[in-house]
């Protein structure tokens, strides 16, 4: 079974905090995801990567960053936090796949319950 | 623009009562279509992947099917413990980003 695990289920931070939140699969996935989840507003994709130190935008990128340094592991960095960026944060991966975009199934962790006071 | 409505937002079952959650989308050409299962508190949890229309798949109580333009999870005979957020997402061709999901339908399922 492929296993996407995120290092924390629930975290409190500061506004203007530097936050980092870590996500490791163990099934050799090219593909790696990040989203937010919000009620009423669905999943949203933040940033997501195809390869070791490749990145791209996803539909809100402002305000984050990302890392990926190795294949299994993606970093999502909050640069300054701030009050809007309390959420659920959910990573995901998937395999390659043919084509512009994969049509491999993305399997996500349990998500990262992020608080910003 | 792309988009993909699932309808309805919540649905409320009787213990064996049998009904379909639907899935309907507009993108610029499907490469695929995925249901999730996600639980209060958890991400979401892979169900099926459908490529073309007129394929089927089937999972215990759980079948999906597709069509050009949507896409059915029937439910048969469900349990309490189907009781979940159910999320479809389209794998497109171009845009932003490769997924577009849904917003999900809340199933309770009453004993």
């Known amino acids: 079974d492929v296993k996407v695990t995120q290092s924390s289920r629930y975290l409190v931070k500061r506004t203007g905090e530097k936050v980092f939140l870590e996500c490791v699969q163990d099934?050799?996935?090219?593909?790696m995801f990040w989203y937010r989840q919000d009620p009423g507003l669905g999943l949203r994709l933040i940033y997501f990567?195809?390869?070791?130190?490749?990145?791209e935008k996803g539909d809100i990128p402002e305000g984050y960053s990302v890392s990926r340094e190795k294949k299994e592991r993606f970093s999502l960095i909050l640069e300054s936090a701030s009050t809007n960026q309390t959420s659920m944060y959910l990573c995901?991966?998937?395999?390659?796949?043919?084509?512009?975009?994969?049509?491999?199934?993305?399997?996500f962790g349990d998500g990262t319950r992020l608080s910003i006071l | 623009e792309d988009q993909v409505t699932q309808s309805p937002e919540a649905l409320r079952l009787q213990e064996g009562e049998s009904s379909s959650l639907n899935c309907s989308y507009t993108v610029s050409g499907l490469r695929g279509l995925f249901w999730y299962r996600q639980d209060p508190g958890k991400g979401p949890e892979f169900l099926f992947t459908?490529?073309?229309a007129g394929e089927e798949k089937e999972k215990e109580r759980l079948k999906a099917t597709l069509t050009k333009k949507e896409s059915f999870l029937h439910i048969t005979a469900p349990k309490p413990e189907d009781s979940a957020t159910y999320l479809c997402a389209v794998v497109r061709n171009s845009g932003n980003t490769p997924l577009v999901f849904g917003k999900g339908t809340r199933l309770s399922v009453i004993a």
């Open positions: 995901a991966s998937s395999l390659r796949g043919v084509g512009a975009y994969s049509n491999q199934p993305q399997h």
């Open positions: 099934m050799d996935h090219e593909n």
């Open positions: 459908l490529y073309s």
């Open positions: 990567s195809y390869d070791v130190k490749m990145k």
